[in-house]
């Protein structure tokens, strides 16, 4: 999917990947205008993404991703949120049906059915984990979300965002992952 960012000092990333990604994949699928997507709202669960609508995010955007993922057997819904910046800035998808939730997703109806690793207010930022292979990437200086994982079952690596948190940047930022 090669999306269409919402904000206007993101325009053009999108141009600079498609012959990187072309050389992976067959099928291209786009967001067009009207729409916009940034894949900081899209979170993915086994063959289901949801998908929160932000300020980069628009419903058309997010509709669009819904057809196209329909081609492909896979579905998407869409999550209204309203204090993040991201639907990833509050979430993350750890496998095995657990969830790391904070702020505005925490009673979510949406994510009834996960099992939940509730982050505290003030560590709000480390709920942007990403898991690769048998490990979660946890930010530094998080400690009570780096023991919640853990003690859920879970091996953890601290990484150091604290240059990428100045710009509001979090670890699936910074990940391109496929």
Known sequence: MI??????SRKGEEKEIIEVIKKFYNNLEYIKEPGTLEGGDVMMVKDHFYIGLSKRTNKEGAEQLIK????YGMSGSIVEMSEMLHLKSGLAYL???VLLVAGEF???VEFGKFNKIVIDEEETYSANCI??????????????TKEKIETAG?????????????????LSCLSLRF
């Open 131 to 144: 898991r690769v292979n048998d490990y979660v990437l946890v930010p530094a200086g998080y400690p009570k």
């Open 68 to 71: 196209a993922l329909g081609k």
């Open 106 to 108: 925490i009673n979510k």
């Open 154 to 170: 879970f091996k953890t690596i601290v990484v150091d965002t604290s240059e990428y948190r100045k710009v509001n940047g979090g």
């Open 3 to 8: 999306t269409n960012p919402g904000a206007s």
């Open 95 to 97: 496998e095995k049906n």
